[in-house]
């Protein structure tokens, strides 16, 4: 069988199935419930939003990740219920998941502390059907492939921290806790083995500037057992409620050296007084950039009915 060259690549730079369980994002800063479900609650008023992102266009086979997320404060904003549902692919798999988180927040003096639960279910498929691959004899001659889809449901939970201010926030979070998922269907033991367990601390501070500029440095750690570290940087610049600009950068930690994965630039618009769009293109810097055309992602946040802005930044990107 001669292997598709997404798999190769995927093989060559470490980014295994297993580090595809954690979904990428340059614009991490609209898809904070992916990685700490304690910033459920922690909005104006309810916010929907859509992710959409093509990685290493050009690439036959590359990862696509689409998103809906709902984040609804309650109870005065002391409480918070989320969900994020979400579509993976790369190659073969397809990784389809909801991820449903309930948050406290605690007032103490000026700040806020946020305590939460998440419980996600998961659907892995693997396709093997003839039409999509690529080999040198057909696929019922081949043994290691048997030409049928395999397919797996799965539960696990996750827990979040969020300590914020005004102007700052600090969240540590583990999304999903156990090594092994639950499997509530694996017929095919697709799911046999120890997971990642991967954690993420995520910062930001919010500093006005005047001319009713906000600059907003962002940053995101996110570390798990035997995976290079992952660091995502974004400095965001809010010129007045309608634009917002800035840059990004990823690396990942090898076993010698820092890796410098992308540099991004992201623009944004206010459509309307509720909808907001941004969009973000990656430049490869590691080897795999020979093969591709760079990434693409795009967001729409919608904000429906009225916002409390008592107190608060007007920049969307914060909180």
């Not at 039409?131 to 397919?151: C, F, H, I, S, Y």
């Amino acid at each position: 069988m001669r292997y598709c060259i997404t798999v190769c690549m995927v093989w060559i730079f470490g980014l295994s199935a297993h580090g595809q369980e954690q979904a990428l994002y340059t614009q991490f800063f609209y898809n904070k419930l992916s990685y700490n479900t304690a910033f459920a609650g922690a909005v104006d008023g309810v916010e929907l939003s859509f992710t959409g992102r093509e990685q290493w266009l050009g690439l036959k086979g590359s990862p696509s990740i689409q998103s809906f997320q709902g984040n609804i404060p309650l109870v005065g904003n002391r409480v918070g219920v989320g969900a994020v549902l979400r579509r993976q692919s790369l190659g073969l798999t397809s990784h389809y998941t909801a991820n449903f988180s309930y948050a406290y927040h605690i007032r103490y003096g000026e700040y806020l502390l946020g305590l939460s639960v998440n419980a996600l279910v998961g659907n892995l498929v693997n396709d093997y059907r003839e039409e999509n691959l690529r080999t040198t004899q057909p696929v019922g001659l081949d043994p290691a492939l048997t030409g049928t889809m395999e397919k797996a449901t799965y539960f696990n939970a996750g827990a979040s921290f969020l300590l914020r201010k005004e102007e700052w926030y600090m969240g540590l979070s583990v999304p999903a806790i156990a090594n092994r998922h639950i499997a509530f269907n694996d017929d095919e033991e697709i799911l046999t083995g120890d997971r990642n367990r991967f954690w993420h601390l995520m910062v930001g501070y919010a500093w006005p500037m005047g001319a009713e500029m906000i600059f907003n440095p962002q940053a995101m750690f996110s570390y798990s057992d035997d995976l290079p570290l992952k660091m995502d940087i974004n400095l965001l610049m809010d010129f007045g409620e309608n634009f917002l600009g800035g840059v990004g950068y990823r690396s990942f930690s090898g076993t010698d050296h820092l890796r410098s994965e992308s540099i991004s630039l992201i623009a944004g618009v206010k459509l309307s007084p509720d909808w907001f769009m941004t969009m973000a293109y990656d430049f490869g810097l590691s080897e795999l950039r020979q093969h591709h055309n760079g990434s693409i992602e795009f967001s729409v946040v919608v904000y429906p009915g009225e916002r409390d802005m008592r107190g608060e930044f007007r920049s969307p990107r914060f909180f």
